[in-house]
């Protein structure tokens, strides 16, 4: 039985699968996935396929290159057209703003995702939409005297809460985590914050908050999800073009999946 293999460019990693253990559609075509992440749009998934007697076929395709077709094709419904519009956006302006944060070199580093879509930004909109996101935190004579939240889009979208008691607490943060029904661990840093992980968000996701539930002096809980994130950076104000396009755009891109999804 043939074997297909397939490699991205940037990361150089390769996924190898046999066509016996690959999903077959109605049409009779296999299908194989290889995840990328959003500043890895523009660069080309080389597919190998084996076959024979060391015979191969190769072709390379990229996110980007799926995004110009499927916006020609006649037969997308406006709500899909929508999506394959923001998922442009959310790889063009999340380059230069995962760029910017982890020293990366943007056609040197990871091909430049030029194609975007300017009028499906709207970030002043943006801005407007996220209120409902806004943590909810009930903290009260509980012990916990601050709630602290990082997001990173680097990969697996992640999320990272952290609570700090207040020095006059006592005892120990007895506390569980739910996230889309799962379980996570709440566990003590080496600084005395009390953490927890949640990692691979799906964009229909970001608006789905991690659910914290606890005691230290009293009871407390905490709701915060990728869009409470997002909510916060423009919540403080100052928010440079970079970085406030990239956020706009992972709400947009959540957006039109969730309306494409129902």
């Not at 999903?23 to 080309?44: C, Q, R, V, W, Y």
């Not at 952290?162 to 569980?176: C, D, F, H, I, Q």
């Not at 869009?227 to 970085?243: E, I, P, Q, R, T």
């Amino acid at each position: 039985m043939p074997t297909s293999s397939f490699r991205s460019g940037a990361s150089a990693r390769t996924r190898r699968v046999e066509v016996a253990d690959a999903p077959k559609n109605a049409d009779g075509l296999f299908g194989f996935t290889l995840e990328l992440t959003s500043i890895e749009m523009a660069e080309p998934v080389t597919a190998t396929l084996y076959y024979g007697d060391g015979q191969t076929v190769e072709q390379a395709y990229s996110v980007e290159d799926y995004i110009l077709a499927a916006v020609k094709n006649a037969g997308l419904t406006d709500a899909q057209r929508d999506l394959v519009k923001a998922l442009a956006n959310l790889g063009h302006y999340m380059q230069p703003y995962l760029s910017a944060t982890n020293g990366w070199k943007i056609g040197t580093d990871y091909a430049e995702m030029a194609t975007h879509y300017e009028t499906y930004v709207n970030r002043s909109k943006v801005e407007s939409l996220v209120g409902p996101f806004k943590p909810e935190k009930s903290l009260a004579g509980s012990g916990i005297e601050r709630v602290s939240f990082t997001v990173s889009f680097n990969s697996l979208t992640t999320i990272d809460i952290y609570l700090t008691p207040s020095p006059s607490a006592e005892g120990k943060v007895k506390a569980t985590a739910t996230f889309k029904g799962k379980e996570y661990k709440v566990e003590k840093t080496t600084d005395g914050r009390w953490h927890v992980r949640v990692e691979g968000i799906k964009p229909l996701d970001f608006g789905t908050p991690v659910q914290i539930e606890g005691r230290l002096d009293d009871n407390f809980s905490v709701n915060a999800s990728v869009l409470s994130y997002v909510w916060a950076v423009f919540n403080k104000g100052n928010v440079d073009d970079v970085a406030g396009n990239a956020l706009a755009c992972a709400y947009q891109y959540y957006n039109y999946a969730n309306a494409l999804a129902g």
